[in-house]
């Protein structure tokens, strides 16, 4: 098998492989298996935003063949987004922020094209743009590019963020010029968007930048090629020479095997588990470059996968801040975004349009430490306190799958039902004895605690609290902080 | 190998004098030449890192006034001679610093000069990780602070206090990553709890669910099942512990005095916080670098001088040493957008009642430059060396994993 050379120096998730043994011959081979309801829930976790538990039953009815094809090759029309945030507004940098992130994470709750949305989400942590630098408008714009080129070809993405408002003034391309090359887009081009540390030279680098002279914005913030600050000279890239613009640099980069290693172990730690082998690395590499770089059929065939599928990989990754937050609005069935989230979700360590740098979030450890999964639990708490009228005649947040009432009428007024009907519907199952025990003493406590000073059996006075904190307490359970 | 080089510059180390009548005869000693550890220090001293992200241009904070280079090479973004606060007849500092300007002139501010390591990185994010790692040659899991953590509380010793380390911000970085230390991060008092309302039961079971929380299958589950108990357990504590204390000083209102507001509440309540990592940024001025970098300069000088009045208040200003980092300076000569670009060497200060303030090391020369940047004159693992051993009482040598002169700042 070739040498794979995959810079690995700065990566967190290495560490968090999980444990057992790869079969490499088969791995990316399509699954034959069972695809039940926790294969469905695990395909929509990874491949979307989760969903309630009749989007998991409807996506379990369509086999596995069929279930990937409807997240890679949605067909039915998208729900209808509204031309919102007027992009006038946007320029208004204090209150917009909030309009701009509000915008995409409705997106994320409502569509239809989930695993599009999830790309999008993806391209967004690997080509980290911050709104801090750019103002809400372009940052707009370049997830709308990212939701346009979500499993499109890589080439094509690539060369289309080079011309994006927003990464030429993120990266500060918008001032690269013949006279004065800055190297910035250059630079993260090779480090972060396609190569990685230690598959280029400090030349590669400076000689990068003077390809991708020229580009910059106009006034209006639109991009704009000015032929007189491109440098048409030879450049020599990686080994290779010519007269390269842009999108000469960018074919150069992705003919790289380390560039299609690289991209590959990507995709493999955002869709399968940490710190892929080099063997899975190497094999999906080979799929993506015969793919001629088409994400959707790299993304394709590892949903697809023995590997996906297999236990190994089953919540085997810490769910991102949004992912969580996505995950049970849509579990509830929210049709809104509460409007505090953005802020909600910086505190759990991802706010949107605001990554900590260019390199992204971290994710996998570096989403877990005290004061975020409080933040994750308070969120959920307050949410599913949101979703019961108020005493003081406050209204209910809408969310037609809270439904206490429903439960009751399904499951009686009995305790170990209700919370084996939680535990199932939220987290498949996936818990321990000791933890539907401590749901049914939850829901049914009559024995006086320190904090339960008259304790009530469940019933007519206290079950729509009761089944409200049993469904919080269980989404808070550590196993589903994991996708 | 690189040894050599740094070992040769650490010694060059020299006190340049001028203004810091306390300090005197900052000459590093040579390699080893610390006392044993542990003999002079005391344990209650703690440490307060501040990170000043996006790579300082340390040109623009403490300023060669005096050297022509400097105002040539940046028409547009020097610091003028009527600016500058001057610290003696070749540097001074950034306008901005008056808040540090006013502890330096007390004697509690050392200016480290010149700091770096040899081969530098330009990139944010390997730069970041080789300070907090303190590894420049080969990466390392576990941050500079967290192998001394590991080293502390070796043995399955246990911190007197979860709080002992303390990160102040929405994530932990990588400085304090540690292998068998957790290590709080604490984006803001009132949010870190468990938060069920009315329904204690509720809190009380997800205590119950936490705390027999089992590892499986993923090595993912039993790190979020030990940091789930941490949190839950942890909020209630910290709200306790940290009322006791008041702060006696007016801190600004801007997010870096505010978490130092914080830190001083657990450095002085019985959360007992000996390591507190605090953040500041962002210095990435690629293009009008002086509005943004004078801007967050006021907030570093003003925000150490709140806090330092405040430790004075309370009689803890002695046992509190600040240091402060950056990933990289930036180049000599600005840009075209009146801004810098990545640079090498840069200063970084280190505050407080115990320090011997005054000018460590030689200001880099502006004409005697490696292709356009700065050479650096004192590695950094020196000055992690030197707080290590002398402030924090551990042999330097098994945490950085090498033997680094330390410099006279304490």
């Given at each position: 098998?070739?040498?794979?050379?995959?810079?690995?120096?700065?990566?967190?998730?290495?560490?968090?492989?999980?444990?057992?043994?790869?079969?490499?011959?088969?791995?990316?081979?399509?699954?034959?298996?069972?695809?039940?309801?926790?294969?469905?829930?695990?395909?929509?976790?990874?491949?979307?935003?989760?969903?309630?538990?009749?989007?998991?039953?409807?996506?379990?009815?369509?086999?596995?063949?069929?279930?990937?094809?409807?997240?890679?090759?949605?067909?039915?029309?998208?729900?209808?987004?509204?031309?919102?945030?007027?992009?006038?507004?946007?320029?208004?940098?204090?209150?917009?922020?909030?309009?701009?992130?509000?915008?995409?994470?409705?997106?994320?709750?409502?569509?239809?094209?989930?695993?599009?949305?999830?790309?999008?989400?993806?391209?967004?942590?690997?080509?980290?743009?911050?709104?801090?630098?750019?103002?809400?408008?372009?940052?707009?714009?370049?997830?709308?590019?990212?939701?346009?080129?979500?499993?499109?070809?890589?080439?094509?993405?690539?060369?289309?963020?080079?011309?994006?408002?927003?990464?030429?003034?993120?990266?500060?391309?918008?001032?690269?010029?013949?006279?004065?090359?800055?190297?910035?887009?250059?630079?993260?081009?090779?480090?972060?968007?396609?190569?990685?540390?230690?598959?280029?030279?400090?030349?590669?680098?400076?000689?990068?930048?003077?390809?991708?002279?020229?580009?910059?914005?106009?006034?209006?913030?639109?991009?704009?090629?000015?032929?007189?600050?491109?440098?048409?000279?030879?450049?020599?890239?990686?080994?290779?020479?010519?007269?390269?613009?842009?999108?000469?640099?960018?074919?150069?980069?992705?003919?790289?095997?380390?560039?299609?290693?690289?991209?590959?172990?990507?995709?493999?730690?955002?869709?399968?588990?940490?710190?892929?082998?080099?063997?899975?690395?190497?094999?999906?590499?080979?799929?993506?470059?015969?793919?001629?770089?088409?994400?959707?059929?790299?993304?394709?065939?590892?949903?697809?996968?023995?590997?996906?599928?297999?236990?190994?990989?089953?919540?085997?990754?810490?769910?991102?801040?949004?992912?969580?937050?996505?995950?049970?609005?849509?579990?509830?069935?929210?049709?809104?975004?509460?409007?505090?989230?953005?802020?909600?979700?910086?505190?759990?360590?991802?706010?949107?349009?605001?990554?900590?740098?260019?390199?992204?979030?971290?994710?996998?450890?570096?989403?877990?430490?005290?004061?975020?999964?409080?933040?994750?639990?308070?969120?959920?708490?307050?949410?599913?306190?949101?979703?019961?009228?108020?005493?003081?005649?406050?209204?209910?947040?809408?969310?037609?799958?809270?439904?206490?009432?429903?439960?009751?009428?399904?499951?009686?007024m009995n305790a170990a039902k209700i919370a084996e009907?939680i535990v199932?519907?939220?987290?498949?199952?996936?818990v321990t004895s000791d933890v539907r025990a401590t749901l049914v003493a939850y829901l049914d406590s009559q024995t006086p605690s320190a904090t339960v000073q008259n304790p009530l059996p469940l019933g007519?006075?206290n079950y729509?609290d009761k089944i409200?904190g049993a469904l919080a307490l269980t989404?808070?359970l550590?196993?589903?902080?994991?996708? | 190998?690189?040894?050599?080089?740094?070992?040769?510059?650490?010694?060059?180390?020299?006190?340049?004098?001028?203004?810091?009548?306390?300090?005197?005869?900052?000459?590093?000693?040579?390699?080893?030449?610390?006392?044993?550890?542990?003999?002079?220090?005391?344990?209650?001293?703690?440490?307060?890192?501040?990170?000043?992200?996006?790579?300082?241009?340390?040109?623009?904070?403490?300023?060669?006034?005096?050297?022509?280079?400097?105002?040539?090479?940046?028409?547009?973004?020097?610091?003028?001679?009527?600016?500058?606060?001057?610290?003696?007849?070749?540097?001074?500092?950034?306008?901005?610093?008056?808040?540090?300007?006013?502890?330096?002139?007390?004697?509690?501010?050392?200016?480290?000069?010149?700091?770096?390591?040899?081969?530098?990185?330009?990139?944010?994010?390997?730069?970041?990780?080789?300070?907090?790692?303190?590894?420049?040659?080969?990466?390392?899991?576990?941050?500079?602070?967290?192998?001394?953590?590991?080293?502390?509380?070796?043995?399955?010793?246990?911190?007197?206090?979860?709080?002992?380390?303390?990160?102040?911000?929405?994530?932990?970085?990588?400085?304090?990553?540690?292998?068998?230390?957790?290590?709080?991060?604490?984006?803001?008092?009132?949010?870190?709890?468990?938060?069920t309302?009315?329904d204690l039961a509720s809190k009380q079971s997800a205590g119950v669910l936490y705390d027999g929380a089992?590892?499986?299958?993923?090595?993912?589950?039993?790190?979020?099942?030990?940091?789930?108990?941490?949190?839950?357990?942890?909020?209630?504590?910290?709200?306790?512990?940290?009322?006791?204390?008041?702060?006696?000083?007016?801190?600004?209102?801007?997010?870096?005095?505010?978490?130092?507001?914080?830190?001083?509440?657990?450095?002085?309540?019985?959360?007992?916080?000996?390591?507190?990592?605090?953040?500041?940024?962002?210095?990435?001025?690629?293009?009008?670098?002086?509005?943004?970098?004078?801007?967050?300069?006021?907030?570093?000088?003003?925000?150490?001088?709140?806090?330092?009045?405040?430790?004075?208040?309370?009689?803890?200003?002695?046992?509190?040493?600040?240091?402060?980092?950056?990933?990289?300076?930036?180049?000599?000569?600005?840009?075209?957008?009146?801004?810098?670009?990545?640079?090498?060497?840069?200063?970084?200060?280190?505050?407080?009642?115990?320090?011997?303030?005054?000018?460590?090391?030689?200001?880099?020369?502006?004409?005697?430059?490696?292709?356009?940047?700065?050479?650096?004159?004192?590695?950094?693992?020196?000055?992690?060396?030197?707080?290590?051993?002398?402030?924090?009482?551990?042999?330097?040598?098994?945490?950085?994993?090498?033997?680094?002169?330390?410099?006279?700042?304490?």
């Open positions: 098998m070739p040498d794979v050379k995959i810079d690995t120096s700065t990566d967190p998730q290495v560490g968090f492989r999980p444990p057992g043994t790869l079969v490499a011959a088969t791995a990316l081979q399509p699954y034959s298996g069972r695809f039940g309801q926790r294969h469905a829930a695990h395909l929509l976790r990874r491949a979307g935003f989760g969903g309630s538990e009749a989007d998991v039953a409807r996506v379990a009815a369509l086999g596995m063949s069929g279930a990937v094809d409807s997240l890679l090759h949605p067909t039915a029309p998208d729900a209808d987004f509204p031309p919102y945030p007027d992009v006038a507004v946007l320029y208004d940098p204090k209150k917009n922020r909030q309009a701009a992130q509000l915008w995409w994470l409705d997106r994320m709750l409502r569509t239809n094209r989930p695993l599009v949305e999830k790309m999008t989400l993806f391209w967004h942590g690997h080509f980290a743009t911050s709104v801090q630098k750019t103002q809400p408008a372009p940052m707009v714009g370049q997830i709308n590019l990212f939701r346009q080129f979500a499993l499109a070809r890589f080439p094509a993405l690539l060369s289309a963020v080079t011309r994006d408002p927003a990464m030429l003034i993120w990266l500060d391309n918008r001032a690269n010029a013949k006279a004065h090359p800055n190297e910035n887009y250059a630079r993260e081009v090779m480090e972060l968007f396609a190569l990685g540390l230690g598959n280029y030279t400090e030349d590669d680098v400076k000689e990068a930048a003077r390809a991708f002279t020229g580009w910059t914005i106009d006034k209006d913030r639109q991009a704009a090629f000015v032929p007189a600050r491109h440098d048409d000279g030879i450049k020599t890239v990686l080994g290779t020479s010519g007269r390269f613009d842009a999108d000469d640099v960018v074919a150069v980069i992705v003919s790289q095997p380390v560039h299609q290693r690289f991209l590959a172990r990507k995709l493999l730690e955002f869709f399968v588990y940490s710190d892929p082998e080099p063997e899975l690395v190497e094999a999906l590499a080979q799929v993506y470059a015969v793919s001629g770089f088409d994400v959707a059929r790299t993304v394709g065939t590892i949903l697809r996968s023995n590997v996906f599928y297999s236990q190994r990989a089953y919540r085997a990754i810490p769910n991102s801040p949004i992912e969580l937050a996505i995950g049970t609005l849509r579990y509830i069935g929210a049709q809104t975004v509460p409007a505090n989230l953005p802020y909600q979700l910086a505190r759990m360590g991802q706010e949107p349009l605001n990554p900590p740098s260019v390199k992204g979030w971290d994710g996998g450890p570096a989403w877990i430490n005290t004061s975020t999964l409080l933040a994750r639990f308070n969120f959920v708490n307050g949410l599913i306190a949101q979703t019961a009228p108020g005493k003081d005649g406050r209204p209910a947040v809408p969310a037609p799958n809270v439904a206490p009432d429903d439960m009751v009428r399904r499951a009686g009907t199932a519907g939220v987290v498949q199952n996936d007519p006075e729509q409200r989404l808070n550590p196993v589903n902080q994991l996708d | 190998m690189k040894r050599t080089t740094f070992v040769s510059s650490a010694l060059s180390v020299a006190f340049l004098g001028g203004t810091g009548s306390s300090a005197l005869a900052q000459v590093a000693g040579g390699t080893s030449t610390l006392p044993a550890f542990g003999s002079s220090v005391d344990p209650g001293n703690v440490l307060v890192v501040v990170q000043m992200g996006g790579g300082n241009d340390g040109l623009n904070t403490v300023v060669p006034w005096s050297d022509d280079a400097y105002h040539r090479v940046r028409p547009a973004i020097h610091v003028t001679e009527t600016q500058v606060l001057k610290l003696n007849d070749r540097i001074g500092f950034n306008p901005a610093l008056k808040g540090l300007n006013e502890l330096y002139k007390e004697g509690r501010v050392a200016v480290v000069q010149g700091v770096g390591y040899p081969s530098p990185n330009r990139s944010h994010f390997e730069a970041t990780q080789i300070w907090e790692t303190a590894s420049p040659d080969r990466p390392q899991q576990y941050g500079w602070l967290g192998r001394y953590l590991d080293k502390r509380f070796a043995g399955g010793a246990k911190p007197a206090s979860m709080f002992e380390a303390v990160s102040l911000g929405d994530t932990l970085p990588a400085a304090l990553v540690a292998s068998h230390v957790e290590v709080p991060a604490i984006g803001a008092l009132n949010a870190f709890a468990y938060n309302g009315r089992k590892a499986g299958q993923s090595p993912y589950l039993a790190m979020i099942a030990q940091t789930a108990r941490d949190a839950y357990h942890g909020g209630d504590v910290l709200r306790k512990q940290t009322a006791e204390f008041t702060n006696k000083a007016t801190y600004a209102s801007n997010g870096f005095a505010q978490q130092l507001a914080l830190a001083a509440k657990l450095i002085g309540s019985s959360a007992g916080s000996k390591i507190v990592f605090v953040s500041i940024g962002s210095f990435d001025t690629h293009a009008g670098q002086r509005a943004q970098q004078d801007r967050l300069l006021g907030y570093l000088g003003d925000g150490l001088l709140s806090f330092y009045q405040d430790l004075a208040a309370h009689g803890l200003d002695k046992k509190v040493l600040t240091m402060t980092f950056s990933e990289f300076g930036r180049r000599v000569a600005q840009n075209a957008s009146n801004g810098t670009d990545h640079g090498t060497a840069m200063p970084l200060f280190v505050v407080g009642g115990g320090v011997k303030g005054g000018i460590y090391g030689e200001h880099p020369s502006l004409t005697d430059l490696d292709r356009g940047d700065l050479k650096f004159s004192t590695d950094f693992r020196a000055v992690y060396a030197t707080v290590i051993e002398r402030w924090l009482g551990r042999n330097a040598g098994e945490v950085l994993g090498g033997a680094y002169p330390a410099l006279a700042f304490v």
